[in-house]
């Protein structure tokens, strides 16, 4: 099961979507990771559980389906976040004596937790690293983006047969532009005014030159 149709219900996510549009993308992401979790079973059965987690790449894609699992239990139940009460587990049962499930199942959810539960989306990005087993020409560009930061141990850097390292330079390159660009931005704009966050104007406390490090974010951002 290739994962190349799951990108696009990612990148099209936008603050202050309609709940229609949540709901579509919800939709899609739990119908692809009941497809991945199908692989993982069908997988299992086929070489066995020994030999299904001898491949490091098997090891991934089962861990990643756990992820996934939970974060659809958590979007649904609620835990950490909002819930719908006719669809939470412990609706049915409200104020009957269940305290067992009462920690793994709140009811009514808690509207903040302690730990954001938020991270466990990252699962849904990470099946997009199958794509590096399945795809020849990704493994080729991640081969060559590994190799040219290697340097040969018996041949110097300024022998005519050394391969070409040209991103190490090119990363400094952009870290000089950054360095050239945070000064200049520091004696321009160092000494206007930080505005209130309410108030419309894109110098705030965040967004500003007045230090170094506060420079150098404004430009990576």
């Known amino acids: 099961m290739r994962p190349c149709p799951h990108p696009p219900t990612l990148s099209p996510q936008f603050y202050d979507a309609s709940d229609t549009y949540e709901n579509v993308l ?11 979790s199908l692989e993982c079973l069908l997988k ?51 104020g009957s004596p269940f ?3 009462t920690p793994f199942f709140p009811y009514p959810p808690p509207q903040n937790n302690f730990i954001n539960l938020s991270f ?5 990005a990470a099946r997009l690293i199958k794509l590096l087993r399945q795809g020849y020409t990704i493994r080729i ?5 590994v190799q040219s930061f290697k340097v040969h141990p018996k041949i110097p850097p300024t022998h005519p047969g050394t391969p070409p390292r040209a991103l190490p330079y090119v990363c400094l390159l952009i870290a ?5 660009y945070a000064i200049i931005g520091m004696q321009v704009f160092g000494n206007i005014g930080i505005e209130e966050e309410d108030d419309e ?3 705030t406390q965040h967004n500003n030159f007045r230090t170094f490090f506060q420079a150098l974010m404004l430009l990576f951002r």
């Not at 559980?49 to 139940?77: K, M, Q």
């Not at 466990?120 to 849904?124: A, E, K, V």
């Not at 560009?141 to 983006?145: D, E, G, R, V």
């Open 141 to 145: 560009l991640l081969w060559t983006f």
């Open 176 to 180: 000089m532009l950054f360095f050239i």
């Open 44 to 94: 299992i059965m086929a070489f066995g559980v020994l030999n299904y987690f001898r491949d490091a790449w098997n090891i991934f894609d089962f861990v990643t389906v756990l992820g996934s699992i939970t974060d659809i239990l958590v979007t649904e139940f609620g835990v950490g976040g909002r819930c719908c009460p006719l669809t939470h587990p412990l609706a049915p049962f409200s």
């Open 99 to 101: 305290p067992l499930l």
């Open 201 to 203: 104007s894109a110098i």
């Open 26 to 36: 919800k939709m899609f992401n739990n119908v692809f990771t009941s497809l991945f």
């Open 120 to 124: 466990l989306r990252l699962f849904r």
